[in-house]
């Protein structure tokens, strides 16, 4: 999930500031060929599943106070998820089945349909992945005092002759 916020802030200060100073073209030919990287996919998904798996691993086998955490990151990426889907999927389509872009009669049009609602939508959901990594990190730090907590209890038991 780390490596998706990245990825999105990357974008998001990086990549669509310096193509908002380029020709129309070459912005429509670029952010066509995003579409055709298979990683963007993989990675979202891959982190969705790991997520899922965070959140089984620690309901089934901690229950502790990191649980509400591991959810909250759970939800919080499931609306990177809904916004990615429901809403950069479709300008990323409307954009790739605009056609080639040597061939648009209008490609200023295309640029301004897709430009500006991508990137403040792109904004947005940067900011909840960015949150969702947060509450991954405050449950591994309950998650790791929870532990420690555990075997300093022990440890006190071990020292007075108790198990």
Do not use: K
């Given at each position: 999930?780390?490596?998706?916020?990245?990825?999105?802030?990357?974008?998001?200060?990086?990549?669509?500031?310096?193509?908002?100073?380029?020709?129309?073209?070459?912005?429509?030919?670029?952010?066509?060929?995003?579409?055709?990287?298979?990683?963007?996919?993989?990675?979202?998904?891959?982190?969705?599943?790991?997520?899922?798996?965070?959140?089984?691993?620690?309901a089934c086998l901690a229950r502790g106070p990191a649980l509400r955490?591991?959810?909250?990151?759970?939800?919080?990426?499931?609306?990177?998820?809904?916004?990615?889907?429901?809403?950069?999927?479709?300008?990323?389509?409307?954009?790739?089945?605009?056609?080639?872009?040597?061939?648009?009669?209008?490609?200023?049009?295309?640029?301004?349909?897709?430009e500006a609602p991508w990137v403040i939508g792109h904004v947005v959901?940067?900011?909840?992945?960015?949150?969702?990594?947060?509450?991954?990190?405050?449950?591994?730090?309950?998650h790791g005092r929870q532990h420690n907590r555990r075997d300093s209890?022990?440890?006190?038991?071990?020292?007075?002759?108790?198990?």
């Open positions: 999930m780390a490596l998706v916020a990245g990825l999105n802030f990357t974008f998001a200060v990086v990549v669509m500031p310096n193509l908002s100073g380029v020709d129309d073209h070459t912005f429509v030919t670029i952010t066509q060929r995003f579409n055709e990287n298979p990683v963007f996919p993989l990675s979202f998904t891959v982190a969705l599943l790991l997520a899922m798996l965070a959140t089984v691993l620690q955490w591991v959810i909250a990151a759970l939800v919080l990426y499931g609306v990177v998820l809904a916004i990615t889907g429901g809403f950069h999927i479709p300008l990323n389509e409307q954009i790739s089945q605009a056609g080639d872009p040597g061939q648009i009669a209008d490609l200023s049009r295309v640029r301004n349909e897709f959901r940067t900011l909840f992945c960015i949150a969702a990594v947060a509450a991954l990190a405050r449950a591994l730090l309950l209890i022990q440890s006190a038991r071990a020292a007075r002759g108790r198990p």
